[in-house]
């Protein structure tokens, strides 16, 4: 029998800490998520980011990421790279996914340019930057390097194009190219990464020429890159994602036509897409990411898979909750005393090269291009384009898959001194580079704002009214005094609310007081619902000369033929009905049919 000390014994393992905390953070998140994201527009990647260094072994040593990995830091590594590879393959077919129908193949000439010759620009400058910045590194690791970076994030992309504000500022033509590009080439990174280290493999000799398993040159790296990378990662990838994304859509469209698929099974193939791709590319070596991105497009070919989930809020939440835990990660494992305290670069260095890797990594070659790319009409979009082009988990990706790749050469069974100093510059760069990508693109938004309202703020408050100088009135007031001209004509329903009214109007009062005026709109979850039918001008007086409007002029649902003439809600919209529902619709038609209006019942027998 236990005693009593036994019983009321704690234990707070490393386990109960960090569900505990990943439940608390993500709950206070979300009590907040709409004043963060929708009024302060700040990003949930940069709040996550700084929460896992403030409970990180930096700071309050809540996060310990060492001791989850049996303090070995080829664990963590390994952790990190495979939490990344699960986040990324989630998003890309997410990604793929939300595109509308047939994209790639129509907009393959703008997405050319952008994985083309914008990508390969990107590549050379940020790897010239790095050359310059970094002491003591050859061009050819510099361009390793830079290859890191050179993709744009999708997850951060995500973040921008999606919101109240991508919605009121940015075009649906203009999200539709930021997701599409930062997609793809997250995929095609590989080219670039491994091109520069078969050449440090097999030319880069660190002082060990002729060492065994590093010689053939540079005609042995070309081998290794056009059959490996290209062959094998890149083209068996593609093929593979538009096999798998092909048969997994057949195969719902075939369990949807038999009624074999429920609802819930239905919201979560997309995921199953990418978690099933993911292991098995994995397991073959190959480029899953590229993979993940081209079944998403495929499996939405036919536009058929978006247009049923448009009302379904599974896709955001697990999108929500994956950025939220690999960000708080990233703040955990960023090795933050290691930028200011390494033998690779000065902390100096690294902030200039931060800056001009954010400022003439991307921009300058979207705006000297842009005039070729239809979705882009003006300098402000260019802009917008060049500037949001993040680095984030994409960069992880490629940073702990080069590592990895270093780790395999070897001089004797120990890794070659080269490879050792080039892994340093790896850590200590990619990270950077992705933490000033995070903060500032995360706070561009919010800044931008704060400086357009600004000078309106003080404008107002500086402003002083003439008559309240005099103490006629008050300088603040919320509308004109009755009788002035300019004062707002309200509905003759809304000026005789509180009057007597005849006994027929009073008795039509019930039936047509709420048909008179629109309904208010609600906001929910930071989207507001519009309707399309309602009249231009809200000002004007609903009545006319003949009596009042009917509800169905004014776009409000009421009681008639108007509801018919309302914009269908996307669950509406669904060609799709599945086994419950057609229940819970029948139960609900049955259950309307035995309430009748006034005194009149009908009952179903």
């Not at 070995?72 to 986040?87: C, P, Q, R």
């Not at 393959?108 to 002491?135: N, R």
């Not at 006319?544 to 919209?573: H, M, Y």
């Amino acid at each position: 029998m236990p005693t009593a000390q036994e019983t009321l014994e704690f234990k707070v393992t490393n386990f109960n800490i960090i569900v505990a905390f990943l439940g608390a953070f993500i709950s206070l998140l979300g009590l907040v998520s709409f004043l963060i994201k929708e009024r302060l527009y700040l990003s949930e990647p940069l709040i996550s980011l700084l929460t896992g260094l403030t409970f990180s072994p930096h700071a309050a040593n809540l996060i310990r990421p060492l001791d989850y990995a049996q303090g070995s830091e080829l664990n963590v590594d390994a952790i990190t790279l495979y939490f990344t590879h699960l986040v990324l393959g989630v998003q890309l077919v997410l990604a793929g996914i939300q595109l509308p129908s047939k994209y790639v193949k129509a907009n393959w000439k703008g997405l050319s340019m952008m994985l083309g010759p914008i990508m390969c620009a990107m590549w050379m400058s940020t790897s010239m930057i790095v050359w310059a910045m970094v002491p003591n590194i050859s061009f050819l690791q510099a361009l390793a390097v830079g290859s890191c970076v050179t993709p744009t994030d999708p997850v951060l992309s995500n973040n921008i194009v999606k919101g109240r504000f991508a919605d009121n500022n940015i075009p649906k033509a203009l999200q539709n190219l930021v997701i599409s590009e930062s997609g793809a080439n997250d995929g095609l990174g590989y080219p670039f990464l491994f091109l520069a280290l078969y050449l440090i493999q097999y030319t880069h000799d660190g002082g060990y020429s002729g060492s065994l398993g590093n010689t053939g040159g540079a005609g042995k790296a070309m081998g290794y890159w056009f059959g490996i990378t290209w062959f094998y990662v890149i083209i068996m990838s593609t093929l593979y994602g538009v096999v798998v994304g092909w048969l997994f859509k057949e195969m719902l469209h075939w369990a949807e036509k038999h009624k074999y698929v429920d609802r819930e099974s239905f919201l979560v193939f997309a995921v199953t897409i990418a978690l099933f791709i993911v292991g098995t590319l994995g397991m073959l070596g190959s480029d899953d990411i590229l993979a993940c991105f081209v079944a998403g497009n495929t499996f939405n070919w036919d536009d058929w898979f978006r247009q049923e989930t448009e009302d379904d809020s599974f896709q955001p939440t697990i999108d929500m909750l994956l950025n939220v835990s690999i960000f708080l990660w990233y703040g955990a494992v960023c090795p933050w005393y290691e930028f200011a305290h390494n033998d690779a670069i000065p902390i100096y260095r690294l902030i200039f090269l931060g800056i001009l890797v954010l400022l003439l990594r991307r921009l300058p070659y979207i705006l000297l291009i842009h005039k070729h790319m239809r979705h882009i009409h003006s300098w402000s979009h260019a802009l917008f384009v060049g500037f949001f082009g993040p680095i984030g988990v994409s960069a992880i990706f490629y940073l702990y898959t080069a590592l990895e790749f270093l780790r395999s050469i070897e001089v004797d069974g120990q890794q070659r001194p080269d490879a050792v100093k080039l892994s340093e510059v790896f850590r200590i760069v990619v990270w950077f580079m992705a933490v000033c990508s995070i903060i500032v693109h995360g706070l561009s938004v919010p800044l931008g704002k704060l400086g357009v309202r600004m000078p309106r703020a003080l404008s107002r408050a500086l402003s002083s009214d003439p008559g309240s100088q005099n103490g006629d009135q008050p300088a603040f007031q919320v509308r004109p005094p009755t009788g002035e001209k300019d004062e707002p004509k309200l509905p003759s329903v809304a000026r005789h609310r509180g009057k007597t009214k005849s006994k027929k109007s009073s008795v039509d009062s019930t039936t047509t007081d709420s048909n008179q005026l629109p309904r208010p709109i609600f906001r929910i979850g930071g989207t507001v619902m519009h309707d399309s039918q309602a009249p231009a001008d809200t000002h004007s007086s609903p009545e006319t000369a003949n009596g009042p409007l009917d509800a169905s002029k004014l776009g409000v649902p009421g009681n008639n033929a108007s509801d018919q003439s309302r914009p269908q809600t996307p669950s509406e919209r669904r060609s799709i009905r599945f086994g419950d529902e057609d229940n819970k619709s029948t139960r609900s038609a049955m259950s309307s049919n035995t309430i009748g209006d006034g005194s009149h019942r009908s009952h179903v027998t």
